[in-house]
């Protein structure tokens, strides 16, 4: 199960002039604007990749939960002829309580000049954490409101065809702004590169402005996902497998499988991919924008009621105290505890209720097959039986199926002498094979469904 760390030890020395920009390319840029570069360098100021490794390996590097991870990463791409040159400039970094705005977008120069732009996805800040779950019920939140002033900066600062891409909400901030921008922006886009991020409300994904740009749009989700199939995402996509099994591991795009430069590809989303997917979307539909809301708030009112900065110094207190989410959901105000227990018996139900129905569709399907199972069955038995025709066509394909091994009664039927044969005879040692049970007959009550 090879990894982009497997890909960057064995095709990383090929430099772009070598081997163009392709998928994986456009994968690894993605995840660059995760790491902490607001630390080290100014918005109007350029670094390379092995520059900034040497500015961040001493200290805090990634700005998720996958630290160590990525300081593996960042250390795999500083070695790498192919990456350690591009050029990283024009950091837009912001973190608004106020505005429960968690914006941070770069953009990486290819070496023939190509600007692509990479928007951050949720970091480990409460306010971020927040305004994923505004996507909910707001037709706009203020992180992509700035992921379109960004494009339109970077267009307008260019002036030359571009890329755009992200993972998880990076990825939906990529697709929002190349879905709005103006068409003469949308003109330069070369593609918009979506990494298991959420989709668009139903109004924009059936509005003419995507559906301008909606074949450059590539988006790519495991086979568990979990983030990706939130909203309405685009409708072509890849499915890729990973290393990991479930759809919370799954989400970290390191955890890809690849071979060459290409990603290894899944038949399809898992069960659970999809039914996530039907949930929440039902969730969403079921409930008032100001309820969705009012369960945004709570939820977050029990978080700040733990006194706590981070969800990485939340998971760490919870370590110590796993009790301390109820007993912060304890200290709130009836209020809120209200729309809390209201929005969460809403989200049970709604599971309930689609569990049940995916029940009903599995029992169905194996009703369906243990009767074409018997029937196939009883049509076999219907041909070992004395004065079945053996030149009837049906009779012959039914014995065509049987195992060669299996010794087939003689079908052919021949006229006592009424002279020597008694019609009431009934000597066993000649009337008992016609009611012999077969072998057949003996398995067919075991299949009964």
């Not at 760390?5 to 095709?11: H, I, K």
């Not at 600007?115 to 306010?127: E, F, K, N, Q, W």
């Not at 053996?390 to 006592?416: G, H, Y």
Request: with cysteine; net charge negative.
């Amino acid at each position: 199960m090879s990894d982009l760390f497997d890909y960057l030890e064995w095709r990383g020395d090929l430099t772009f002039d070598k081997d163009p920009f392709h998928d994986l390319d456009a994968l690894i840029l993605s995840q660059i604007s995760y790491f902490s570069v607001e630390h080290i360098m100014r918005e109007d100021e350029s670094l390379t990749l092995g520059e900034i490794w040497d500015k961040l390996k001493d200290g805090d590097l990634s700005s998720r939960f996958t630290e160590k991870t990525d300081r593996r990463f960042l250390e795999a791409l500083s070695l790498s002829d192919r990456y350690k040159d591009l050029t990283v400039t024009n950091l837009v970094h912001k973190l608004d309580e106020n505005l429960e705005m968690q914006f941070t977008a770069l953009t990486v120069l290819l070496p023939d000049g190509t600007p692509y732009l990479s928007y951050r996805g949720t970091d480990i800040s409460m306010v971020g954490w927040k305004e994923d779950l505004a996507l909910a019920y707001s037709d706009i939140i203020p992180g992509q409101r700035m992921a379109v002033e960004y494009l339109k900066l970077m267009a307008a600062a260019y002036q030359k065809p571009l890329y755009l891409g992200g993972h998880s909400k990076g990825g939906n901030l990529a697709l929002y702004s190349a879905t709005v921008c103006p068409e003469e922006i949308q003109n330069l886009i070369k593609g918009v590169y979506v990494y298991d991020g959420p989709g668009l409300t139903e109004e924009l994904f059936h509005s003419d402005s995507y559906a301008r740009i909606k074949d450059r749009v590539h988006a790519v989700l495991p086979d568990q996902s979990m983030v990706g199939v939130l909203l309405m995402h685009p409708e072509e996509y890849t499915v890729v497998k990973s290393s990991k099994s479930t759809g919370v591991t799954q989400h970290n795009p390191l955890t890809w499988q690849v071979l060459g430069t290409h990603f290894v590809l899944a038949e399809d989303r898992k069960k659970d991919s999809r039914y996530v997917e039907t949930v929440t979307r039902k969730w969403v539909e079921e409930n008032k924008e100001e309820d969705l809301k009012s369960f945004a708030d709570a939820m977050f009112d029990v978080l700040h009621a733990s006194e706590t900065e981070s969800i990485e110094e939340l998971l760490q207190k919870i370590k110590k105290n796993p009790a301390l989410l109820f007993q912060a959901y304890r200290g709130t105000d009836e209020e809120t505890q209200k729309a809390f227990k209201t929005t969460m018996s809403a989200m049970a139900g709604t599971a309930i209720h689609e569990a049940k129905a995916e029940f009903r569709e599995a029992t169905s399907e194996i009703k369906e097959l243990g009767k074409a199972f018997t029937l196939q069955k009883t049509k076999k038995l219907l041909d070992l039986l004395p004065g079945k025709n053996a030149e009837d066509p049906a009779a012959l394909e039914q014995k065509a199926d049987m195992p060669e091994d299996r010794p087939i009664p003689d079908a052919s039927f021949t006229e006592p002498d009424s002279e020597t044969v008694s019609p009431l005879n009934t000597n066993p040692a000649d009337s008992s094979s016609d009611l012999t049970p077969t072998e057949d007959t003996a398995d067919s009550d075991d299949t009964n469904v």
